[in-house]
T-cell receptor, first 114, second 109 residues
Framework: NAGVTQTPKFRVLKTGQSMTLLCAQD?????MYWYRQDPGMGLRLIHY???????AKGEVPDGYNVSRLKKQNFLLGLESAAPSQTSVYFC?????????????FGQGTRLTVV | GENVEQHPSTLSVQEGDSAVIKCTYS??????FPWYKQELGKGPQLIID???NVGEKKDQRIAVTLNKTAKHFSLHITETQPEDSAVYFC????????WGAGTKLIIKP
């Protein structure tokens, strides 16, 4: 029973490099989310998806892109990494909107941009 | 927009004692208030939630209270155990979920 799996768990990038974070869920959830977590701050929503083929901007979308080609996968892309994007990234999924129900989180990806 | 303040940022209690974490929110239309627990190296996990039509909810050693008039809600953990050590996040939502900054709970043996 994997739940939500994030790949990779750790990554170091140089400024200007690109990368894609992969999130996979096996719970058949419609909703998926990407959050970032910074010290002393709560989780902040980057992008989310309400179903296969859909994406929407969250609170802090600049510098990121997402895609949801398959229901079980939600990809987060950084086209040109900046030091300000150093953070821990969490993917989550939920059967209904996270605003009204429980969300299930992955273990996180710790990204450092140097 | 909605703002959620969480206090304290760090809480240290003796094993067996109670712990209380408090959150205040700004949007009076908020109607869903979850609490998540994050253990070291893991993602947050829902431990209890409450909706605006309920004043209190309990689940074994954990309880949450909501005061809509004062716009604050609290997490109460009784008979604390070492496994309760973690970071706890509150959140409030109307049309979006806004998170508090977190409370690091330390259980001293």
């Amino acid at each position: 029973n994997a739940g939500v799996t994030q790949t990779p768990k750790f990554r170091v990038l140089k400024t200007g490099q690109s990368m894609t974070l992969l999130c996979a869920q096996d719970m058949n959830h419609e909703y998926m989310y990407w959050y970032r977590q910074d010290p002393g701050m709560g989780l902040r929503l980057i992008h989310y998806s309400v179903g296969e083929g859909t994406t929407a901007k969250g609170e802090v979308p600049d510098g990121y892109n997402v895609s949801r080609l398959k229901k079980q996968n939600f990809l987060l892309g950084l086209e040109s990494a900046a030091p300000s994007q150093t953070s821990v990234y969490f993917c989550a999924s939920s059967p209904q909107d996270i605003f009204i129900t429980e969300a299930f989180f992955g273990q996180g990806t710790r990204l450092t941009v140097v | 927009g909605e703002n959620v303040e969480q206090h304290p940022s760090t809480l240290s209690v003796q094993e067996g004692d109670s712990a209380v974490i408090k959150c205040t929110y700004s949007d009076s239309a908020s109607n869903y208030f979850p609490w998540y627990k994050q253990e070291l190296g893991k993602g947050p996990q829902l431990i209890i939630d409450i909706r605006s039509n309920v004043g209190e909810k309990k689940d074994q050693r954990i309880a949450v209270t909501l005061n809509k008039t004062a716009k604050h809600f609290s997490l109460h953990i009784t008979e604390t155990q070492p496994e309760d050590s973690a970071v706890y996040f509150c959140a409030a939502s109307n049309y979006q979920l806004i998170w508090g900054a977190g409370t690091k709970l330390i259980i001293k043996p």
